[in-house]
């Protein structure tokens, strides 16, 4: 990569982290549902749930959901327990492509922004000895949901901890979220190819290994 880019912005779930059961996410939704009460909403209502940003809470309280904080609790709660689960069985592991982050962490900043807690994306980081390759490190679950991607706070909040600008970074990830918040910062975009994931949202770059991050040209 040359010319004026300073700084990369990774996702972690699918573009670090592979989380090899497409539908654990919404499992877990539904588990969450059920256990507080929660009459099951679609499966097209839930996948927009994910999409949602700063309506997320009006969309829980479209499905009977008052107690928001509760709902959080119960979901973190077993989010937090699976993902130790799949961990432990080496079902949730690092892709191998992470290894070239030895080599961007010396040419470029790098942040991460994530819309898992922190707590949770800690639990990966630090497992998988990721953590020390980031300069920032921005989780957007449970309390900051509302400014969760696709909203671009989570992008720009990174951004300026690495003293940069959205003009000389690049934001990199696997979902239409993780490309229409890098759009709505006014960052450079590359959507990661994982087979599990189909994105319709127009990236700036496709890549289908972090090592060609080594040689966009911008």
């Known amino acids: 990569m040359r010319s004026k880019i300073k700084i990369i912005v990774l996702d972690l779930d699918g573009t670090l982290v592979d989380v090899p059961d497409g539908d654990l996410f919404d499992r877990l939704l539904v588990e969450s549902l059920e256990e507080i009460g929660c009459r099951l909403p679609s499966r097209e209502q839930r996948d927009r749930f994910w999409e ?17 904080d509760n709902f959080w609790r119960v979901f973190d709660r077993r989010d937090f327990e699976t993902r130790l689960r799949l961990i432990k069985a080496n079902k949730i592991r690092p892709y191998d492509d992470v290894a070239v982050l030895e080599d961007l962490c010396k040419e470029y900043a790098l942040g991460l922004v994530t819309n898992t807690p922190l707590n949770l994306a800690l639990l990966e980081l630090d497992t998988f000895d990721l953590t ?36 000389e970074s690049l934001v990199v990830g696997d979902k239409d979220s993780d490309i229409i918040a890098g759009i709505r910062a006014g960052a450079f975009t590359a959507v990661i190819v994982r087979s599990k994931i189909k994105t319709k949202v127009k990236a700036d770059f496709v890549i289908n290994s972090l090592y060609e991050l080594k040689n966009i040209t911008i």
């Open 52 to 68: 949602s940003g700063k309506d997320y809470q009006k969309i829980l309280r479209s499905w009977g959901i008052k107690d928001i």
């Open 132 to 167: 020390h390759y980031f300069g920032s490190i921005v989780a957007l679950g449970t309390v900051e949901q509302k400014n969760a991607k696709p909203e671009p706070y989570g992008i720009l909040k990174c951004i300026r901890e690495l003293n940069g600008s959205p003009k």
